[in-house]
């Protein structure tokens, strides 16, 4: 079956740290990915998404990359700033599947100043 | 600008209610979806509809029926409300792009 594993949370790092969320996927046939966040009351944003093997998705400095050799779209930004906390989702879904998203658990980050 | 909007952002209900979830966009896509969010599980999707009328089982249906009369609304039923469905509840809508609603904080007591 399709599924995606996330890294656990809570992350919690200094402004300006480099932020690294590690997300694996399985999957059927040939999966868009996507990350979604969810700041503190709200629901959840795309943040960004990629539709084919070794395409990049970028946004607001975040960037991830898809791997299909290590089935990977890890989620990184080189200097995080305290805005950015909030919770990651990475999530997959499937061609022909009406675009239902199977997500994973979730990644709180917290960025103190 | 896009919209996906919950009819409240937080609910408490008793043991046994019936519970009325409202979901209305704006965008006039023809796809929308019920999810539950809860800690360490992320999103699960509940039922999902891909037109007025239509309506699919997600991954977690026990419990929960859902309405989709007009192509701009999608309703999320608790027929009779227990404990364990205390849990943030997401509707989304999409063409290509899920846009999601702020979210629904229901308490069931």
């Known amino acids: 079956g399709n599924s995606v594993t996330q890294m656990e949370g809570p992350v919690t790092l200094s402004e300006e740290a480099f932020l690294t969320i590690n997300c694996t996927y399985t999957?059927?046939?040939?999966?868009?990915l996507f990350w979604y966040v969810q700041y503190p009351g709200e629901g959840l944003q795309l943040l960004l998404k990629?539709?084919?093997?070794?395409d990049k998705g970028s946004n607001k400095g975040f960037e991830a990359t898809y791997r299909k050799e290590t089935t990977s779209f890890h989620l990184e930004k080189g200097s995080v700033q305290v805005s950015d906390s909030a919770v990651y989702f990475c999530?997959?879904?499937?061609?022909?599947?009406?675009?239902?998203?199977?997500f994973g658990q979730g990644t709180e980050l917290s960025v103190k100043p | 600008d896009v919209k996906v909007t919950q009819s409240s952002r937080y609910l408490v209900k008793r043991t046994g209610e019936k519970v009325f979830l409202e979901c209305v966009q704006d965008m006039d896509h023809e796809n929308m979806f019920w999810y539950r969010q809860d800690p360490g599980l992320g999103l699960r999707l509940i039922y999902f509809?891909?037109?007025?009328?239509?309506?699919e089982k997600g991954d977690i249906p026990e419990g929960y029926s859902v309405s989709r009369e007009k192509k701009e609304r999608f309703s999320l039923i608790l027929e009779s409300a227990s404990t364990n469905q205390t849990s943030m509840y997401l509707c989304a809508s999409s063409y290509s792009e899920q846009f999601f609603g702020p979210g629904t904080r229901l308490t069931v007591l």
């Open positions: 999957a059927t046939g040939y999966p868009s």
């Open positions: 509809s891909y037109d007025v009328k239509m309506k």
């Open positions: 999530a997959l879904s499937v061609y022909n599947q009406g675009g239902k998203l199977i």
């Open positions: 990629a539709t084919k093997a070794d």
